[in-house]
Each structure stands twice: as C-alpha cells, then as structure tokens.
C-alpha cells in the first residue's frame, strides 16, 4: 500500500542547493554538516563567499563550493527533479520534518534520503535485522519468522536487501502491520542485486527504498559498509541472525553499539562458522536473545524505541475464534488453524502486548477480555 498523503511540492532551487552541497568535490558528509550548523542552509553556504567559508574549512573546500555548477552537476539536479515528478520518490533533506530524528544524531548524517515508496514509515519505530548473505536454511528461515512477528508487534523492519538474512528479513517483515525498509548502497533507481528486483518492487509498494546515493550510482564496493550506519542509525536496536566471523553485519552491530542502540545476536552451533560473528558479539555485551519477546521486552525500554508494539485491538478473527476463553496449548492452535508457527508467534505476541492474551506457566495460552 502506497502513501498517499498530501506534501508539499518540492522546491527545485532548494533541491538544487542541497543536491550541489552534497555533490562538491572534496566535501564529505561531516564537512557539510559543519556548514550547515555555521551557515544554517546551502543557499547561505553558497552566497556566503570565500572568506567566509575559508574560516570554517580549508581552503580547497572553500573553493570547490564557490566554484560555478558543473556540468555533471547540473545533470544529476535536472535527473533528480525528474525523478521526483514520479509517484512515491521522495527526496528528504536533513531540514525536512519527514527526515529520521534518530538517524539525525549519528555522528555524521547523510545530507540527504532518496525515498522511493512509503515516506511515513521513516517515523515509525524501527529495529534493524542482519546477517550473514551466505545464509544457512535455518538462519534464513529464524530471520523470516522474527522480522515477521516483530513486525506484526508494530516495528519496522530495516534491512539491507542483500541475498541471505536481508532478504529473508525483508520477505518476512512484508506479512506483518510493521513492514519494511531498505536501506541500499546504490542509487534509487537501480536494484543490486538483481535477483532481488522483484522483492524491490514489493518493498517500494508496500514499504520503503532509501539510499543516500545519487541517481545512477552503481554498485560500488565501499558504498555498502558506509550504508550500515543508515541501517543502524534510524533503528533503536539491530538484531544481527546469524554472521560469520568477518561478516559486514558486525559492522552494522559496532555501529549501533557505538550510536547507543541496543545489539541483539541469535546463538547457534559451537561448530558452525555462521555463529561465530554472533557468539563474538554476545561476548562483547550483544543481547543473547532465542525469541522475539526478548527482543520486544528490551525494546519496550529502550529510550529509542518510541510507542513500541502499537498492536491493533482486535486481532485475527480465525484465531480469536479457536482461542475461545479457556487456557490452549499454542500446538492445538497450530493443528485447527491450519498455519505456520512464525505466523501464530506473532499474532500471540500482538494479543499479548495489547492486553487481550495471558501466557501461563504451564505454557498454554488464554485469551482475556475487558470489561466494558
């Protein structure tokens, strides 16, 4: 489902600025940011001249900023304005209300989001879920099932698209209330990789694309680590699935430990190198967690994770109905209902955090319901 709330039409002066500061040779994401806080917009760091410039940054910068647009330049603002004649491309800059408050206090920000699909999801508490691209069918089938109930609590998903656990977050966050991000290391308009071309098709309908990177920008190597702060910058916390000892996903944890999120990692097999980079984490302070309601119950206090698990009030009328109002065994549900356990984990946490469900300590589960 598409956004199709009404905003504003952007300015393409304005758009043309920030697309020219973030473009400046020479200048780099913190430089920029520099120049913000002193100029307060890159209209005014244009028009502000030499000297003025020369005493926040050396001068090389200064001079690549007051030097004339390039003819590069010029194309990839006139790319960028067509682009966002379209609809559901967005362009995001840090001034905007729509721009993630979280990620605005990573220590150096992406000047600008290229959104391509649901805008308001950028406002929605979020927690990332990586790992390993080489996945295991069991690493891949426990990040499907988590993104899925985390997601049916309420919670965004974000992730990276890559093959592996990204794509199986992504596949399993699309079934829940929550659904997903992803966050690229290429331009808006391109899909890397390409056989995930269909699941970017999905995502940008019923969730979110955002890339910091221009029109046409390729897949390049150093681009995707640089990403993982995006990743773990607008989540309160990463769950890393399943990561060899030199995964990219360990990345995306350090980054998260260090803007203070909260890092949870899935234990596996003393004799599995796809458990190593989290048994690594879990020794370096990362939550060990085995089910989505530790997650949810760090999550819940976490600073950063804001109106956590909103959980519709009604729930699913098929397992209202076979719930009853007698304690069940959730195996019982399983057999009458016909569905897969993700999917049952899920709706059960939902009911839970919405006051409708009680767990017993024999394990069974009943539903409650409030008087009126």
Known sequence: MQDTAPHTPPDPRAIADWIRLDGTNGVGCRTANLLLAAFGSPSAIF??????????VPAAQAAALCAPITPELARR????????????????????????????HIPDPPLLLYINGRRELLHTPMIAVVGSRNASTQGRANAENFAEALSRAGLCVVSGMALGIDTA??????RGSGSTIAVIGTGPDRVYPARNRALAHRIAEA????????????????????RNRII???????????AAAQSGSLITAQMAAE?????????????SALAKGCHQLIRE????????????????????ARQV???????????????????????ALLDSLGRDAGWLAGELLALELAGQLERLPDGRVQRLVRAT
Do not use: K
């Open 47 to 56: 028009r502000a001249g030499h000297a003025a410039l020369a005493a926040q």
């Open 77 to 104: 603002i006139a790319l960028t304005l067509a682009w966002l004649s379209e609809p559901h491309h967005h362009l995001v800059t840090q001034q905007d209300a729509d721009y993630p408050g979280d990620l605005l």
């Open 169 to 174: 977050a992504h596949e399993g966050a699309l």
């Open 207 to 226: 969730g979110c694309i955002v890339s910091e990177y221009a029109l046409g920008t390729p897949p390049v190597a150093n681009n995707f680590p640089r």
């Open 232 to 242: 773990s910058g607008m989540a309160a916390g990463v769950l890393v699935v399943e």
């Open 259 to 271: 803007q203070g999120r909260e890092v949870f990692a899935l234990p596996g097999s003393i004799h």
């Open 285 to 304: 302070g990362a939550q060990l967690v085995e089910t989505v309601d530790e997650v949810l119950a760090a999550m819940q206090v976490s600073p950063l």
């Open 309 to 331: 698990a909103a959980c519709p009030a009604a729930g699913d009328a098929a397992l209202l109905a076979a719930l009853g109002h007698d304690p069940v065994e959730p195996d």
